[in-house]
């Protein structure tokens, strides 16, 4: 590990155990722990911390005066099995590692303990993730997306209590981010006395381009637990949407999904199944809340918990929170804005023309479409149209409860101001969920109101004739007739038109010389050189309930209405003559290209009398769809919109009266930025070039710019297209480990997904750390740990090299963002290679030297039963022979080591163990093989005299025997089973044995001879589980007895493999059991 990656390592790893003392100390309310390694090694402190947490005391034997070692152990043990009892995952963590002082893993127990009881997080989802769920809803202007770089400047941490405390902290936008150690030390004072949030981090290490995420993550939790100021904000939050329900928190009250429907309803979804809703037991409630979740999708938000959890009683706030608080944050502009009305209720649409009749009511049609999609018929909803003296009426009667959607159309064209929004209630209809989507949109509900109708007036101004001779005005006279039958539909529509416009002209002529002043109250403004626009002025006040008679005495006025004043225009065909003008209109093109989406907009210039003409414009696009755009005229200019749809080149056609102007059709280049698509931006290292690919091929017309940005300094890139291909490759070299934000802009506008942020992981500042990095047994599962800031699992990888040659792929398991542990199963005896490789870099003292063993195969000779008391003082002795385990380190511990033992080398690995025993105690000897006890241990050598009888048979026959063999711990149903027994001077007739199932049923065992002193026993069961079985020799149990055996059967093993396999790549596959672990354990070392 290079030293400047050692150095960052250990600036984060400082930052943590501040932060988590900082937390212990809290939680033991005093300044108890001064050093996170020593102060928790006695396990003194560590049980009072997981009292506190657990809130409960134990009462077993805690060793609090100068504990010994062995006492240590045993009080670190207490607490950990607490723990274990309470749910809490501890992996890998011995009572040995907190009473060494093991760093790492004590900050990994630490926190574990933040996890389960300081954010109470029990779901299988992680709890950053819920937490970030949480943040990103209530702070949705900052776009958080992590918990290191995102908090630096304090910006967040300020935003976040703004919203905790709305005037805590307002001026958060305004903090100078440069300021990050000011910002961030501001706002931990005021979290701190406002908010009783502890300062548990500082302000130097909260800045830190080292903080880590768990550092930050344990201080947020101060601010989403039960009770907590984001608790208690998300809470307010809900109770101002919905303020005639009672809520009372963010775990119980909404396991019904009574709460959940009607917020989801208040925030502009529709939840129709809400009188439906059934609440009798629980699949009720999963139900309800599976309907809700659906709803809260349609109107795009997303749960990261399922119905069963919300639903569960017992289930926690945060996932519950995170949905709330993403509904609640919802813009109100982008909540669907409805009016209220009634079934059977007439619904009443005014419009108002600006200037006489030139609308006719055949020319005006409404189109109702229900909330499935359906189109009710005319005659269904009753439409009725009439004149008014302002214009006309459409008036429709709903005939179905649920949401209603009216497009008015007006010549085939569209109003801008349809399609108008209707939610249809039922007379019996309480008007609770009303009252609370009241409460969310106050500009689009009008209680006081006591018309029930909805009103829209369109007031339509009048069109200038194109200009002729001074003091005279064209005028057709309505009796005159022309024959245009056998003209085009074009050219009988473009007559028609023309009509219209000069029985217009004629009619502005006649209100000037009438100078009607009630004419000009209702046209402030008139525009008399628009191409026929249509003003529509919509009122949309809130119909009331059914009225009663309390409602009928009502004195109180209604609301003033709110106005929304829009546009709407219909284009014109060509005419049949030429303009001589327009050589006069000109447009100047469209310089850069468009995205689709966008608002396209076309400016004409015209000078002269072209003032006065008609312009049409059209945009074709790609596929060859006209679309025809409005026009507006204003002084001098013209201006058309349009919006595209479609990639591609379009053809915007320019028309003056009839005609082309000069350049027409004009070249729009559309492109979308969304289509950009880009591939291999996986993973990087430090010094290793990083390539990846940008393909613009189905984005249009365009420019691709590429940069990287790290703590924002600019990296050197290359960028190389691939022949014609559109297709890009990007290259950088990583000058650093940690965070990249790459920004892809095409047409200077950022891609989906930009900018994309990449960890860069540095190899040399990897580390591997456990017990079986160095050493394994046969047939157990063997694990160590990787520590790899910037790194996912798939970018590492581990491979073990047999002694026999043989090469297999390790298992990679994620423990968190950083922690990922090794696992892999040896099969032999001997020395291991273990070669763990991070994005094909090899990790720092990569591959390792890894001594497998096989306790099982360890021999011990001539271990004595007793120790005679005349004995004492005197040197006892037993042979141990290891030739055939494999390597490893062998362990021998007489009376946890107050015993000395003194081992001599008799051969290749094969020893005399030699030890005194001086007091009048039960000896006890223990034997590990690379951590794993040997077959037999402990044995027990307790201090006794037997008679002259026993000493003689003792004299004649060997009082040591030895058991070995895969049928003293497991064996196959409708198998035979079998284990060795040795023993010098052993007779048939010194051995006996039995067996016993799960249900006590007995099963024979076999004695058989094979060569002097030694033999094999032979059984077979029946059935799946866990047996017993006692050996005798002698007359005397073997120690240990009754051994338990696990009983299995191969055919009940299912393996799955899993799909996406690669060539050249390991594939993995999960074994399924349907009884015991023993089951699956038992067939793979068959």
């Known amino acids: 590990m290079g030293k400047q990656g050692e150095e960052a390592r250990q600036k984060w790893i400082d930052i943590q155990l501040h932060t988590f003392t900082n937390w212990i100390n809290e939680q033991l309310q005093g300044n108890v722990i001064q050093d996170l390694t020593q102060d928790l090694s006695d396990g003194v402190n560590l049980i009072r911390l997981v009292e506190i947490l657990q809130g409960r005391r134990y009462y077993g034997k805690v060793y609090d005066q100068e504990p010994t070692e062995i006492q240590k152990l045993m009080n670190v043990q207490m607490a950990l099995d607490a723990l274990r009892e309470d749910g809490v995952k501890t992996v890998n963590i011995g009572s040995h590692d907190i009473v060494d002082g093991n760093e790492k893993l004590i900050l990994g127990l630490i926190w574990c303990l933040v996890q389960r009881y300081q954010i109470a997080c029990k779901t299988k989802i992680p709890p950053k993730k819920l937490v970030m769920a949480w943040i990103q809803s209530a702070l949705p202007e900052l776009k958080l997306t992590n918990f290191r770089t995102n908090w630096n400047d304090g910006i967040a941490l300020s935003a976040l209590l703004e919203y905790c405390q709305p005037g805590l902290c307002p001026e958060w936008r305004n903090l100078d981010p440069s300021a990050a150690r000011e910002n961030c030390h501001r706002a931990i004072l005021l979290a701190e006395r406002y908010l009783e949030v502890p300062g548990i981090i500082s302000s130097d290490h909260l800045s830190s381009p080292h903080l880590d995420e768990l550092s930050c993550l344990t201080y947020l939790s101060y601010f989403i637990t039960k009770g907590a100021p984001g608790y208690r904000a998300t809470l307010k939050k809900v109770s101002l949407l919905l303020p005639d329900c009672n809520v009372e928190d963010l775990e119980h009250s909404w396991s019904d999904g009574f709460l959940l429907a009607h917020l989801v309803e208040a925030c502009g979804g529709s939840v129709p199944e809400i009188e439906r809703m059934r609440f009798e037991n629980l699949n009720d409630f999963v139900e309800n809340v599976a309907v809700v979740l659906d709803a809260a999708a349609d109107i795009g938000v997303g749960s990261l918990i399922g119905a069963d959890d919300i639903a569960d009683p017992q289930g926690e706030h945060l996932g519950t929170m995170a949905l709330v608080a993403a509904l609640c944050s919802i813009p109100l502009e982008q909540q669907v804005k409805y009016t209220d009305c009634y079934v059977n209720q007439q619904v009443n649409l005014d419009l108002a023309f600006t200037s006489g009749n030139e609308v006719r009511i055949e020319e005006l049609d409404v189109q109702v479409i229900g909330s499935t999609g359906e189109i009710y018929s005319n005659e269904a909803i009753q439409l009725r149209k009439s004149r008014t003296s302002q214009g006309a009426n459409l008036s429709l009667i709903p005939v179905e409860p649920g949401f209603l959607q009216v497009r008015i159309y007006c010549q085939g064209s569209e109003l801008p101001a349809s399609p108008i929004q209707l939610q249809v209630h039922t007379q019996e209809e309480t008007r609770s969920t009303s009252r609370a989507a009241s409460r969310a949109h106050p500009e689009n509900r009008n209680p006081g109101a006591t018309t029930s109708t909805s009103t829209v007036r369109t007031t339509v101004s009048p069109v200038r004739a194109p200009k002729q001779e001074a003091g005279k005005v064209a005028q057709i006279s309505s009796e005159t007739e022309v024959d245009i039958s056998h003209k085009s539909f074009a050219q009988r529509r473009l007559h028609i038109i023309k009509q219209l416009e000069a029985q217009h002209v004629n009619h502005i002529a006649q209100t000037k010389s009438h ?572």
């Open 515 to 1086: 100078h009607q002043p009630q004419q000009q109250q209702q046209h402030h403004q008139p525009q008399p050189h628009q191409q026929s626009p249509s003003i529509v002025q919509v009122v949309l006040p809130t119909p009331p309930p059914p009225p009663t008679s309390a409602q009928n005495s009502s004195h109180i006025p209604p609301a003033p209405p709110i106005p929304a004043v829009l546009e709407a225009s219909a284009y014109r065909e060509m005419p049949l003559t030429r303009s001589p003008d327009v050589g006069l209109v000109s447009f100047s093109g469209l310089s850069e290209p468009c995205s689709v989406g966008s608002i396209v907009e076309v400016v004409i210039n015209a000078h002269g009398d072209a003032v006065s003409g008609s312009v049409y414009v059209e945009a074709v696009s790609p596929s060859g769809t006209v679309h025809p755009c409005t026009v507006r005229h204003q002084n001098n200019t013209y201006m058309a919109t349009f919006t595209p749809q479609e990639v591609g080149l379009w053809r915007i056609g320019i028309l003056y009266d009839g005609e082309h102007i000069r350049g027409s059709p004009f070249a729009c280049q559309v492109f979308d930025s969304g289509l950009v698509n880009v591939y291999g931006l996986d993973v990087g290292l430090v010094g290793q070039e990083l390539r990846f690919s940008v393909n613009t091929s189905q984005a249009g017309h365009g420019n691709l710019s590429v940069t990287v940005l790290r703590h924002g300094r600019e990296i050197p890139l290359n960028i190389e297209e691939q022949g014609n291909s559109k297709n890009h490759q990007v290259s950088f070299i990583p000058d650093g480990a940690g965070q990249y934000k790459i920004h892809v802009l095409f047409n200077r506008m950022e891609i989906k997904g930009s900018p994309f942020v990449l960890d860069i992981a540095d190899a040399s500042s990897v580390s591997t750390y456990g017990e079986n990095l160095r050493s394994a047994s046969v047939g157990k599962t063997a694990s160590f740990m990787v520590h790899a800031v910037g790194a996912d699992a798939k970018d590492i990888s581990a491979y073990v090299t047999a002694p026999s040659g043989g090469k297999f792929p390790a298992k990679i398991v994620t423990l968190d963002d950083v922690t990922f542990q090794i696992e892999w199963t040896p099969n032999e005896p001997g020395e291991h290679s273990v070669d763990v490789m991070l994005a094909d870099q090899r990790v720092p003292d990569a591959p390792f030297a890894c001594n497998v063993g096989a306790p099982d195969l360890v021999h011990v000779r001539n271990m004595p039963r007793r120790i005679v008391p005349s004995k004492l003082n005197t040197d006892h002795s037993f042979e141990i022979d290891a030739s055939v385990a494999g390597s490893g380190n062998l362990e021998i511990m007489i009376n946890g080591g107050r015993v000395p033992c003194r081992v001599r080398e008799l051969g290749s690995r094969q020893y005399m163990a030699i030890f005194t025993p001086t007091q009048s105690i039960t000896h006890t000897i223990e034997m590990r093989f690379n951590g794993e006890h040997v077959s037999g241990s402990p044995w027990k050598l307790p201090v006794e005299d037997r008679g002259g009888r026993r000493q003689e048979m003792e004299r004649t026959m060997s009082y040591y025997s030895e058991l070995s063999g895969p049928g003293l711990v497991r064996a196959p149903v409708n198998r035979v089973a079998h284990f060795d027994i040795t023993g010098e001077g052993l007779e048939l007739s010194d051995i006996q044995a039995k067996i016993v199932g799960p249900d006590n049923k007995e099963f024979p065992i076999r004695i058989i001879p094979r060569s002097s002193g030694k033999y094999t026993a032979e059984y077979e069961i029946e059935q799946v589980g866990e047996h017993h079985l006692t050996v005798w020799i002698a007359g005397r149990k073997v120690d240990g007895s009754p051994l338990s055996v696990a009983g299995y059967a191969t055919e009940k093993v299912r393996l799955e493999p899993l799909g996406g396999g690669s060539p050249n790549q390991p594939v993995q596959f999960y074994g399924k059991r349907k009884k015991r672990i023993e089951d699956v354990y038992a067939c793979e070392r068959e």
